[in-house]
């Protein structure tokens, strides 16, 4: 069990974008090696004060399926809950937990978007590939 960090979400790495408003961020976390069970892979840095109103993510090595959700440090299935993707799947649209309907969070502190890892199915053999994420998210006034 490791935690990984994309280059999104580095400490010292805050979005670009006018305080108030919508920000775009898109991260990448290219797989140096098979990523295992309990793995959490840091995507993208939200800063306090933000609403994500749309996060996009996904992967693209098709030999490993895996067992995972999006979420933070607070609530690790926020955006998705414990499902199974791999690169047949494409893209995963989710701006709230799909199990749920929940209004939007709003981070009261820095945090990261997050992806978890719960199982790795098929042979690890292949290493490679990447896990992507696009997220929006309004800036409110401090």
């Not at 959490?40 to 939200?46: E, P």
């Not at 609403?51 to 955006?79: E, H, W």
Request: hydrophobic share 45%.
């Amino acid at each position: 069990m490791a935690t990984l960090t994309a280059v999104a979400a580095q400490a010292a790495v805050q979005p670009k974008g006018l305080r108030v408003g919508l920000v775009a961020v898109r991260s990448e976390y290219s797989l140096a090696a098979a990523p295992s069970a309990g793995d959490i892979i840091n995507m993208i840095r939200v800063p306090a004060n933000a609403t994500p109103v749309f996060v996009q993510f996904g992967c693209t090595n098709a030999t490993p399926s895996y067992l995972m959700k999006v979420g933070d440090g607070i609530s690790p299935a926020r955006y998705r809950s414990l499902a199974s993707y791999s690169l047949g799947l494409g893209y995963v649209l989710a701006w709230a937990n799909l199990d749920t309907i929940l209004p939007p969070y709003t981070y009261s502190a820095d945090d990261t978007i997050d992806i978890f890892i719960s199982t790795v199915t098929a042979s690890n053999a292949t290493i490679g590939g990447a896990f992507y994420m696009n997220a929006i998210f309004s800036m409110n006034p401090d």
